[in-house]
């Protein structure tokens, strides 16, 4: 069956293109996952309730968000690195040579102060150290308060002199309001409920951390903040002086492995949650790549330097990251699909011309012999009568039929030629 030199040589060039299209389809990143897991802490807490906010902005990209209830920052790390959950609120300070290689921060979120309350209305200034021999609640282990008041206490020598009590929250609250402990640790933003129930306490005092520069130094994961006089309850005038206060900071954090698209997503959310100011911050402050202490993830990193890119501005969130997928896909069309066309008539046009011009080779051959004498007439008319018969079934398009008359037309003249020169 004969096949078409215009199929041949585009059918060529279409499996070249093909082929190229599967190899380079090779290096696609596949489509990020549509459901996630993100794991907050208590229900009653800050990070839950962010994590219903994430949940919101997050839906509106047709990406599912499933919140787990944790006990706070180091349960939540431990889920991180078992691959248990994909994103996680951390407090800074939890970072360790073994899970920094599992984990990456997307953004610094904000401020969460120790709060130390305390009983003892008159507290000696060295901070910490009036709490020694006393009851102290320091929250639920694999929390965030749990982990920073062991590292205080130890830092300060007294916690085999005090008395720890696993408790958080509004059990903690009970517990000092009742005087079944002495003085509560909490981290958590100044809005939280107990926080402000506490503060209003008349028989309990809020410790200053009088030596905070001191910690900071020591433990470069916290922050001096300060809690100026009257910024609570302006007209009841609480606090009644300036206090100041240490503070981690709150970690958007996900699984090093986890999707990129989603970890830009998620910078773009928290950009858009976190961006106001409050009592120890000013606008823009946060989000924010600085008090990061697990390693920054590569996308956000790039968000914070150059914002969203050109589609994340302008296209949902699905169209703009499979176009961004696709992109390599134009490697093949650019550097072979295109140059492949562009040679693709000259090569057509050489292949069907040389059906025609491989013959004037043996033309030439045959009428040099005759003339020298190598050949007699008889057998060269018998060879270009062969030529002229296979010339005959060369087929070739209408628009190169004109050559191939013109070859035949040069055996004619050659056969006449030689017949009347020798």
Partial sequence: MHIPETVKTYGIIALVVIASFWFASRFVEPPPPN?????????????????SLYKKALANEGITVEIIETAGSLENVHLLTGGKADVAFIQSGLETKENREKIETLASLYYEPLWVFSRERDLPEKDLQSLRNNKLAIGVKGSGTNAIANQLLKLNKIIEKVTLLDLSGKEAVTALQKGRVDAAFFVARPESSYVRELLHEKDIRLLSFQRAEGYTHLLPFLSKVQLSEGVIDMAANIPDNDVYLLSPVAQLTSKTDFNGALKTLLVGAAMKIHGNADIFSTTGQFPS?????????????????????????????WLADMIGRMVVMLIPLLGIMLPLLKIASPVYRWRTRSKIYKWYKSLRKTEEMVLAGDSNLQEALASLELIDVEVKKTQVPLSYADELYSLRRHIQLIKEHLQKNT
């Avoid at 009653?44 to 962010?50: E, N």
């Fill in 35 to 51: 459901h996630i897991i993100l794991a907050a802490g208590s229900a009653s807490g800050d990070y839950y309730r962010y994590a």
């Fill in 289 to 317: 790549l600085d008090y990061a202490d697990f390693p920054i993830a590569e996308e956000a990193a790039r968000y914070f330097k150059y914002g969203p890119n050109f589609l994340q501005r302008f296209l949902p969130f």
